[in-house]
Every structure is written in C-alpha cells, then in structure tokens.
C-alpha cells in the first residue's frame, strides 16, 4: 500500500483566517514533505521533515507553519495568506534513505480570497 | 548549478503512436532519477525509477526510460500511447548529496488524440 491521504481536498480562505491542511501515511515513513504546485508547474518543495524532526524549510514564509505530531502525520498550518498563495498543496512521504521513492498524497486545493 | 530540463513542454499525438520524452539534468555525481504522471484531477504517481544497475528501466503502464550516464539523460519511451496516457510527465532527480530534495523538471503535457 502505497497510499497518502490529504484533507481537505478543496479549501477556500480568506487573508484574515487561520486554516489547518492535514496529511497522513501508514506505510512506516519517515521523511515527509509538504509541496506548492501551481497551475501547469512542477511541484516546489517547501519541508521536509525526517523522524519528526523538521530537516528542509525552502526558505517559506512564515505565515506557513509546519507540524509533524507523530510519524505519520503532517500538518500545515495557514494564518494570514496571500492570493498568490492559492495552489495545490501535495503532501509526501518516503523511507527517508539517500535511494528512497516518494509517494505523494492527492493534494489540497487551496484558494485564498 | 544542478538543474534538470525536459525538452517538450507540450506534446500532441494519436493513439498507437510511440512516445519520447526527453529529461537532461546538469550535475556530474550520483543521481537518483524518477518519471512521475498526473492525470487530469489526480495526484502524482510514480512510473519508473533509476538508482544502480541496468540504465534500461521498465515502469506501469507500458513505459520504460533509458539512463544514458554521458548524455545525462533519462529519456521516457512508450511504443504505443492510448488515450488514457493523455497527463502530465515530470522528470525528477534526486541528486546524490541533497538528501530529501527532489528537483522536478518543468513537465511536458501530453495529450493522445482517438
């Protein structure tokens, strides 16, 4: 089972909110990544976290918020966003070796009004 | 700087047609190399890998890529399409000291006609 589950699947927000994207893997990973695609780009990596600790921030504003709780979750937290924050929200895991696959999740869609 | 390119950012072709796309990266180390899809509304799955061993790499769905270690490329090949292979390619590279980091190439859109 390779399987990576995101919720939301749709989010809409406005600038003054605060919103939590979740991701989850029961498949014994332990490195985890939040990625930003736009519309007809590849995915840009923001976090990654490795054995609930974080390892990689891509240099994100702050108004994006990483949590990793256990191993087999991850959280994003939102506060104060952009419009041009609205994208795809894709979440992935990988065993967390230098020769490891990733799996990535469905995604959030997120819209920022 | 490590970069990974693919050449065709939109390809259009008929069923039974065969399809190439190519994927070239600038880094003179070890690479781990990957070919994700998305299908229109679905999220990114894995087709094929490469680490070590055999460059020739078969996938799902009928695809197969080709490490060529000179031409730093990893080009994905399908003999025939169908309509159901109409998504999204993206080349990705893992190169060999960044851990975590996955550098995807701009993608190539791919649409197969009936």
């Known amino acids: 089972d390779t399987e990576v589950t995101q919720t939301p699947k749709h989010l809409v927000m406005g600038m003054t909110n605060k919103k939590s994207l979740k991701c989850e893997q029961h498949?014994?990973?332990?490195?985890m990544y939040w990625y930003k695609q736009k519309a007809k780009k590849p995915p840009e990596l923001m976090f990654v976290?490795?054995?609930?600790?974080?390892?990689i921030n891509e240099s994100v504003p702050s108004r994006f918020s990483p949590e990793c709780p256990n191993s087999s979750l991850l959280n994003l937290h939102l506060h104060a966003l952009q419009p041009e924050d609205s994208a795809l929200y894709l979440c992935?895991?990988?065993?967390?070796?230098?020769?490891?696959?990733?799996?990535f999740g469905p995604g959030t869609r997120l819209t920022v009004l | 700087a490590q970069s990974v390119s693919q050449h065709n950012h939109h390809v259009i072709l008929s069923e039974a047609a065969s399809l190439e796309l190519g994927c070239n990266y600038s880094?003179?180390?070890?690479?781990?190399l990957f070919w994700y899809v998305q299908y229109p509304g679905q999220h990114l799955q894995l087709l094929l890998k490469?680490?070590?061993?055999?460059?020739l790499v078969k996938g799902i769905k009928g695809f197969e890529a080709e490490f060529i270690k000179s031409k730093f490329s990893f080009n994905l090949r399908k003999p025939s399409v169908q309509w159901s292979d109409t998504a999204e390619y993206f080349c990705?590279?893992?190169?060999?000291?960044?851990?975590?980091?996955?550098?995807f190439g701009a993608g190539t859109q791919v649409v197969v006609t009936p």
């Open positions: 992935a895991s990988s065993q967390g070796t230098d020769t490891d696959t990733q799996y």
């Open positions: 498949m014994g990973h332990r490195a």
């Open positions: 976290y490795s054995y609930e600790k974080l390892s």
């Open positions: 880094y003179g180390g070890t690479v781990n």
């Open positions: 490469y680490f070590s061993g055999d460059p």
């Open positions: 990705a590279v893992k190169f060999g000291s960044s851990w975590g980091k996955l550098q």
